[in-house]
């Protein structure tokens, strides 16, 4: 089930949402754990298997850890516990790519699996990785409740498509959220109402956003890369359209996903932590990946590239740390070669991005994010590419010389047809409507704040459910018009 | 206390967020399951999924799922309104030029049709000349293309328009059998403003030059310009129901003379006689069924005085089809543009025979029929048919 249908929007979530707030505080992550392993099993009814299985695995792997800390059988324990986690993900993920790529390089025929991949097991692998990793280093305690445990790794708003939420972030929340009661030092029982309520309300305010960004804003870019993918006639034009919408269907399907995420997790009283933070505007890739899909980069850092010796080492290590960090981010995105060279791309561009810092030159901020934009989009073409070849293909394609026209009618009639969405897009993925919106309804926290001002600012926040209210229809009729499906014998 | 108001503010403006976002997913719930399911979509012409059609058993083929997806979707309580909305942001708030390729230009909309397919073009070529080397043999045999509206289009950069002039070469270039243009002899008013089609009341002039290519004059004792018209108003196009956000309706005018409503046409497939027009079908989601029942794989036209002594509509005369006696001969291998001209050439043949090869394979044809030496043949497609060569069965 994906957020932005309508058996998700309209059936799931009320159901979930009613049953929840009706049932008594002890039974709501009982309520959660089957409200996520249905919504799981919907789109996956075999796969929901592994997915217990692996959370069983990370369960006892946790408390076995724990037991035996003090003991070197700990560190078997952890290997243990990482090989079967990342062993389902290898078996299932990378298997038809492991045996292609060693039947093209030793003339072998192997028989490919065609194993179908089971929906969120990059997500909740790393999810059980970490959390062992992290009871191994005493970080967190290991988690004795099973149904507990069960529920922060198949947890639904972040099942599918993230974040990457670290089980020490949200240990104390399992127990202890908004709208749970809490017992005052006299022994009366309190409601956390109020937070409760602010935290629906930024909740869903987070929800419709996400859903309009990913039925409004990545629905549209994503036509547009399928025409220009399909285009019959090729330009250079046409090349960096693809790149660009395919760029920003990406940024939007994912952010507007983790704000659904987000947003979903407010609803039931779970905060996490923010997973984009307008990468677009960064000023060099570094800085793109600390603000592109950060609890991914911040798994990578914390997991695989600190441990490795991150970048206080020689100049030989460190290119081997960001190259062994970047291979594996690329995989992680996908079982391709061309998801190895994205990865590596990146690993050039931030060894390159070093280099030029050890040089002292120190371009103007304009020039940084012109150049940081144009590597990025470039990117986006091997993302998006069936193929290592094909990925190639694109990027020459993008560059003079490659004897293609600078335009062609077809990419410039959805150039015209897109420029205002494309004008939408590239603004919505900058901080400025949101720095606009903050001030138009913020509230002064100064005492002072004048009677005028304080109506004002009060009667613009009245237009908030509105706007909310618009986004989430705007979204629906995306939604419905998805099913749009003419039948056209008289077309001819 | 400006504070306190502030905060008292806030928590209106939350509580207010909350109330309309539980009225609007529960009341689309409670709606939609409360509102009976609709079998049929009149704007789409498609049916809709029912709740009768989830199969419960496909649960672990994931159909489930995705049958219970499209059951919620085509139940959309109302489900027209959410797509009209969405065209209008599409088109009043995102400004694209197209909605699911339907465009609105000059009070009339047109559905893209683009690129130029030159393979597929070829392709029709080569199964015309592919019949008139085997099947048609010794038949005198024509071809003409039906230029798409949009081919009457100013050419400008606000929409994409196919190179209507290269298909024309190519399918002369590649075609053995003779051409008959018609181009010349239309305009956008001579097509309806929401439909792809041409108006039947604009083309006798079209009916007249193709047959009288084919060295057809009219056949003696006939008026057959006294036509008389009739007409259903509104008529809604299939583009309508596609686009949503024009209030454009068309009149559907139908002609007919002595000739035409004496005349039957018998529908193969179906084993029935019925009127050249059918105007029970002008209750039809797309009235154009009027025009010779719709899709219809293959039909003859012919006029019967057996018809005037039984006055029968659906009955089969008794001299049926295959038995009566014809001099002139019309094979009209067509699309649905041929359905609404097929009736003028009744003034010119006494026999059409309409072939649409898109429901009935040459193999099916040569045990249904049997080609009489001396008659005419035309292809008559439209260009976008010929851009799409591949729906043709060959």
């Given at each position: 089930?994906?957020?932005?249908?309508?058996?998700?929007?309209?059936?799931?979530?009320?159901?979930?949402?009613?049953?929840?707030?009706?049932?008594?505080?002890?039974?709501?992550?009982?309520?959660?754990?089957?409200?996520?392993?249905?919504?799981?099993?919907?789109?996956?009814?075999?796969?929901?298997?592994?997915?217990?299985?692996?959370?069983?695995?990370?369960?006892?792997?946790?408390?076995?850890?724990?037991?035996?800390?003090?003991?070197?059988?700990?560190?078997?324990?952890?290997?243990?516990?990482?090989?079967?986690?990342?062993?389902?993900?290898?078996?299932?993920?990378?298997?038809?790519?492991?045996?292609?790529?060693?039947?093209?390089?030793?003339?072998?025929?192997?028989?490919?699996?065609?194993?179908?991949?089971?929906?969120?097991?990059?997500?909740?692998?790393?999810?059980?990785?970490?959390?062992?990793?992290?009871?191994?280093?005493?970080?967190?305690?290991?988690?004795?409740?099973?149904?507990?445990?069960?529920?922060?790794?198949?947890?639904?708003?972040?099942?599918?498509?993230?974040?990457?939420?670290?089980?020490?972030?949200?240990?104390?929340?399992?127990?202890?959220?908004?709208?749970?009661?809490?017992?005052?030092?006299?022994?009366?029982?309190?409601?956390?109402?109020?937070?409760?309520?602010?935290?629906?309300?930024?909740?869903?305010?987070?929800?419709?956003?996400?859903?309009?960004?990913?039925?409004?804003?990545?629905?549209?870019?994503?036509?547009?890369?399928?025409?220009?993918?399909?285009?019959?006639?090729?330009?250079?034009?046409?090349?960096?359209?693809?790149?660009?919408?395919?760029?920003?269907?990406?940024?939007?399907?994912?952010?507007?996903?983790?704000?659904?995420?987000?947003?979903?997790?407010?609803?039931?009283?779970?905060?996490?932590?923010?997973?984009?933070?307008?990468?677009?505007?960064?000023?060099?890739?570094?800085?793109?990946?600390?603000?592109?899909?950060i609890s991914l980069g911040s798994w990578f850092r914390d997991y695989i590239y600190i441990p490795l010796?991150?970048?206080?080492?020689?100049?030989?290590?460190?290119?081997?740390?960001?190259?062994?960090?970047?291979?594996?981010?690329?995989?992680?995105?996908?079982?391709?070669?061309?998801?190895?060279?994205?990865?590596?791309?990146?690993?050039?561009?931030?060894?390159?991005?070093?280099?030029?810092?050890?040089?002292?030159?120190?371009?103007?901020?304009?020039?940084?994010?012109?150049?940081?934009?144009?590597?990025?989009?470039?990117?986006?073409?091997?993302?998006?590419?069936?193929?290592?070849?094909?990925?190639?293909?694109?990027?020459?394609?993008?560059?003079?010389?490659?004897?293609?026209?600078?335009?062609?009618?077809?990419?410039?009639?959805?150039?015209?047809?897109?420029?205002?969405?494309?004008?939408?897009?590239?603004?919505?993925?900058?901080?400025?409507?949101?720095k606009i919106v903050c001030k138009c309804l913020s509230f002064s926290e100064s005492e002072n704040m004048?009677?005028?001002?304080?109506?004002?600012?009060?009667?613009?926040?009245?237009?908030?459910?509105?706007?909310?209210?618009?986004?989430?229809?705007?979204?629906?009729?995306?939604?419905?018009?998805?099913?749009?499906?003419?039948?056209?014998?008289?077309?001819? | 206390?400006?504070?306190?108001?502030?905060?008292?503010?806030?928590?209106?403006?939350?509580i207010t967020t909350i109330v309309l976002f539980a009225l609007f997913i529960y009341g689309v719930m409670?709606?939609?399951?409360?509102?009976?399911?609709?079998?049929?979509?009149?704007?789409?012409?498609?049916?809709?999924?029912?709740?009768?059609?989830?199969?419960?058993?496909?649960?672990?083929?994931?159909?489930?799922?995705?049958?219970?997806?499209?059951?919620?979707?085509?139940?959309?309580?109302?489900?027209?309104?959410?797509?009209?909305?969405?065209?209008?942001?599409?088109?009043?708030?995102?400004?694209?030029?197209?909605?699911?390729?339907?465009?609105?230009?000059?009070?009339?909309?047109?559905?893209?049709?683009?690129?130029?397919?030159?393979?597929?073009?070829?392709?029709?070529?080569?199964?015309?000349?592919?019949?008139?080397?085997?099947?048609?043999?010794?038949?005198?045999?024509?071809?003409?293309?039906?230029?798409?509206?949009?081919?009457?289009?100013?050419?400008?950069?606000?929409?994409?328009?196919?190179?209507?002039?290269?298909?024309?070469?190519?399918?002369?270039?590649?075609?053995?059998?003779?051409?008959?243009?018609?181009?010349?002899?239309?305009?956008?008013?001579?097509?309806?403003?929401?439909?792809?089609?041409?108006?039947?009341?604009?083309?006798?002039?079209?009916?007249?030059?193709?047959?009288?290519?084919?060295?057809?004059?009219?056949?003696?004792?006939?008026?057959?310009?006294?036509?008389?018209?009739?007409?259903?108003?509104?008529?809604?196009?299939?583009?309508?129901?596609?686009?949503?956000?024009?209030?454009?309706?068309?009149?559907?005018?139908?002609?007919?003379?002595?000739?035409?409503?004496?005349?039957?046409?018998?529908?193969?497939?179906?084993?029935?006689?019925?009127?050249?027009?059918?105007?029970?079908?002008?209750?039809?989601?797309?009235?154009?069924?009027?025009?010779?029942?719709?899709?219809?794989?293959?039909?003859?036209?012919?006029?019967?005085?057996?018809?005037?002594?039984?006055?029968?509509?659906?009955?089969?005369?008794?001299?049926?089809?295959?038995?009566?006696?014809?001099?002139?001969?019309?094979?009209?291998?067509?699309?649905?543009?041929?359905?609404?001209?097929?009736?003028?050439?009744?003034?010119?043949?006494?026999?059409?025979?309409?072939?649409?090869?898109?429901?009935?394979?040459?193999?099916?044809?040569?045990?249904?029929?049997?080609?009489?030496?001396?008659?005419?043949?035309?292809?008559?497609?439209?260009?976008?048919?010929?851009?799409?060569?591949?729906?043709?069965?060959?």
């Amino acid at each position: 089930m994906v957020f932005s249908s309508a058996s998700f929007l309209f059936f799931f979530l009320p159901v979930v949402l009613i049953i929840y707030y009706l049932t008594p505080q002890g039974g709501r992550n009982l309520v959660l754990l089957a409200a996520s392993l249905l919504f799981y099993a919907w789109g996956e009814p075999v796969y929901v298997i592994i997915m217990i299985l692996s959370s069983i695995s990370g369960y006892i792997h946790g408390l076995l850890i724990e037991k035996y800390q003090e003991k070197r059988i700990v560190v078997i324990i952890l290997i243990s516990s990482i090989f079967f986690s990342a062993g389902a993900l290898i078996w299932f993920k990378y298997i038809d790519f492991l045996l292609f790529s060693f039947n093209q390089a030793f003339g072998s025929n192997f028989d490919l699996l065609h194993l179908a991949l089971p929906i969120g097991i990059s997500f909740y692998t790393f999810q059980i990785i970490s959390y062992t990793v992290d009871v191994y280093r005493r970080d967190v305690p290991a988690q004795r409740d099973f149904i507990k445990f069960s529920t922060y790794i198949t947890f639904f708003p972040q099942l599918i498509a993230g974040p990457i939420v670290r089980y020490r972030d949200i240990a104390l929340q399992i127990d202890n959220r908004p709208g749970h009661s809490f017992k005052s030092l006299a022994g009366q029982t309190f409601y956390q109402t109020d937070n409760l309520i602010t935290s629906l309300s930024i909740g869903i305010e987070r929800f419709a956003i996400g859903l309009a960004k990913k039925v409004l804003l990545a629905n549209n870019f994503g036509r547009l890369a399928e025409l220009m993918k399909n285009t019959h006639e090729s330009s250079m034009l046409s090349f960096w359209l693809l790149a660009a919408s395919g760029m920003l269907q990406i940024y939007f399907d994912f952010s507007g996903y983790s704000d659904m995420a987000i947003g979903l997790g407010r609803m039931f009283g779970f905060k996490f932590d923010e997973n984009f933070n307008y990468p677009l505007i960064a000023v060099g890739i570094r800085d793109f990946w600390r603000r592109w899909h950060i609890s991914l980069g911040s798994w990578f850092r914390d997991y695989i590239y600190i441990p490795l010796g991150g970048s206080r080492c020689n100049l030989i290590k460190f290119s081997r740390n960001i190259i062994i960090v970047w291979l594996l981010t690329g995989l992680w995105h996908g079982a391709q070669w061309n998801f190895v060279m994205w990865g590596l791309y990146f690993a050039l561009l931030l060894m390159g991005e070093r280099f030029l810092s050890y040089t002292g030159i120190n371009p103007p901020v304009a020039l940084k994010h012109f150049f940081t934009l144009i590597l990025i989009t470039i990117s986006f073409n091997i993302f998006q590419a069936e193929n290592a070849a094909e990925a190639i293909y694109a990027i020459k394609n993008m560059l003079p010389g490659s004897g293609l026209a600078l335009v062609d009618t077809e990419a410039l009639y959805y150039l015209r047809s897109y420029s205002l969405l494309i004008v939408i897009g590239t603004i919505a993925a900058t901080p400025l409507p949101k720095k606009i919106v903050c001030k138009c309804l913020s509230f002064s926290e100064s005492e002072n704040m004048s009677e005028r001002k304080c109506v004002l600012t009060g009667g613009l926040n009245i237009l908030k459910p509105i706007f909310i209210m618009a986004l989430l229809c705007f979204a629906t009729a995306g939604i419905v018009d998805s099913s749009f499906n003419p039948f056209i014998y008289f077309r001819f | 206390m400006n504070k306190k108001i502030s905060q008292y503010s806030l928590r209106i403006v939350n509580i207010t967020t909350i109330v309309l976002f539980a009225l609007f997913i529960y009341g689309v719930m409670i709606t939609h399951l409360l509102l009976p399911d609709r079998a049929y979509s009149s704007s789409e012409r498609r049916k809709l999924t029912i709740f009768s059609d989830i199969k419960p058993a496909s649960i672990l083929n994931f159909n489930l799922s995705q049958d219970a997806e499209k059951w919620l979707l085509d139940q959309f309580p109302l489900r027209d309104n959410w797509r009209r909305l969405s065209a209008f942001t599409s088109i009043n708030l995102f400004r694209m030029h197209d909605y699911q390729s339907v465009f609105e230009y000059n009070n009339r909309l047109f559905k893209q049709e683009f690129p130029l397919k030159e393979k597929s073009v070829i392709a029709a070529a080569n199964m015309i000349n592919d019949f008139t080397q085997n099947e048609l043999a010794g038949l005198n045999v024509w071809y003409s293309i039906i230029p798409d509206r949009n081919a009457y289009l100013p050419e400008n950069d606000r929409y994409l328009r196919m190179d209507y002039e290269k298909l024309n070469i190519i399918m002369r270039h590649n075609t053995s059998s003779s051409e008959i243009v018609i181009s010349d002899l239309l305009d956008l008013t001579d097509y309806y403003k929401t439909d792809l089609h041409w108006k039947s009341a604009e083309i006798s002039d079209v009916a007249a030059r193709l047959a009288e290519t084919m060295g057809q004059t009219k056949l003696s004792n006939q008026d057959s310009n006294n036509y008389i018209s009739h007409s259903l108003k509104p008529f809604y196009g299939a583009w309508s129901g596609q686009y949503l956000l024009s209030d454009l309706s068309d009149e559907l005018v139908w002609i007919s003379n002595d000739k035409i409503k004496k005349a039957r046409a018998w529908y193969h497939y179906d084993g029935k006689y019925d009127h050249i027009y059918d105007t029970q079908a002008l209750a039809n989601p797309d009235a154009y069924d009027l025009f010779l029942g719709g899709a219809q794989p293959l039909i003859t036209l012919s006029y019967q005085t057996s018809f005037e002594q039984t006055g029968s509509n659906t009955g089969q005369p008794e001299d049926s089809h295959t038995t009566a006696k014809y001099d002139k001969t019309l094979y009209l291998f067509r699309d649905s543009f041929g359905s609404s001209l097929a009736p003028l050439l009744l003034d010119y043949y006494d026999e059409i025979i309409l072939i649409d090869l898109r429901y009935v394979s040459a193999e099916n044809i040569d045990s249904l029929l049997d080609f009489k030496q001396g008659a005419d043949v035309l292809f008559l497609y439209s260009a976008s048919i010929l851009n799409n060569s591949e729906m043709l069965i060959r």
